[in-house]
């Protein structure tokens, strides 16, 4: 039975990369679209302001998602059980003038002390671990009563497998990922999520679909261009035009908030 390949010690170097598709279609698909939806609901949770607010990226990787949330002014702590991306994610950030506290420790184990955060990421992670419901009872436990769950994630169906195990992974004319970097049946329905976030007193708030206008062939065009170095995988995200909607079939993202109990 094939398992997944959650090795990022081998991929490290290629985090901040231009030219590697399975770390590029992270930094110009998604992210964009995650953080500005994040952001959103940060702002209006938080009216007082969030500058000096604590947030922890769990699964930070290289630090996409935590270089950008320091820009902010959050206060940002980011943890992953990958050694030699939290070497990168440390030097990116030192490069950039950034302060951000890398640790490397996994989800199953979060080394912080309980309702410590205000704040908890964890983006392109729960469809990648072996336990989602020991991850999220972390999370839970680290995050204050009234503060907020940041996710993404990929949804288990017939579109997510052509979309995602298909084409990104398998056919040889447009994948640009390990074939065992996804494994379907490892992907999270939405009501899944909601049920293991709620026997952890996280109620979800909102979900929302990250898809590309572009449709069709010109998809699968454009993928084999990059998959080719024809286009660089950023003029790829520019031409598919990512964007929030309320499509949940394949990647989708949400919030919830911890209850005071």
């Avoid at 699964?59 to 059980?81: F, H, M, N, R, Y």
């Avoid at 040889?172 to 709620?198: D, G």
């Avoid at 449709?215 to 990512?242: D, H, Q, T, V, W």
Wanted: aromatic share 12%; proline share 3%; net charge neutral.
């Amino acid at each position: 039975m094939r398992s997944i390949n959650n090795d990022y010690d081998s991929i490290a170097e290629s985090w901040w990369s231009e030219d590697v598709g399975a770390t590029a279609s992270l930094r110009y698909f998604v992210n964009p679209v995650r953080f500005k939806y994040y952001k959103r609901i940060i702002e209006n949770g938080f009216t007082s302001g969030f500058r000096n607010r604590s947030a922890l990226d769990v699964g930070c990787g290289g630090g996409i998602l935590s270089e950008e949330l320091a820009k902010t002014g959050i206060l940002v702590t980011g943890v992953d059980p990958s050694r030699e991306s939290i070497r990168i994610a440390r030097e990116h950030a030192a490069a950039g003038g950034l302060k951000i506290d890398y640790q490397e420790a996994s989800g199953e184990k979060i080394p912080f002390s309980d309702g410590l955060f205000d704040m908890v990421f964890c983006c392109d992670v729960l469809e990648h671990v072996g336990d989602v419901r020991r991850v999220v009872s972390e999370i839970s436990r680290v995050l204050r009563p009234g503060g907020y769950f940041f996710f993404d994630t990929i949804n288990r169906t017939i579109i997510s497998w052509i979309a995602v195990i298909y084409f990104m992974q398998e056919c040889r004319l447009t994948s640009y990922t390990q074939s065992n970097v996804h494994l379907w049946k490892m992907f999270i329905k939405p009501e899944e999520l909601r049920s293991i976030l709620a026997d952890n007193d996280i109620e979800l708030n909102g979900l929302k679909g990250i898809n590309p206008k572009m449709k069709g062939p010109s998809i699968l065009m454009g993928m084999f261009r990059a998959s080719r170095k024809i286009i660089s995988y950023k003029e790829l995200s520019e031409r598919m035009n990512f964007m929030e909607n309320d499509d949940l079939a394949c990647s989708y993202m949400g919030y919830g908030i911890k209850r005071h109990v």
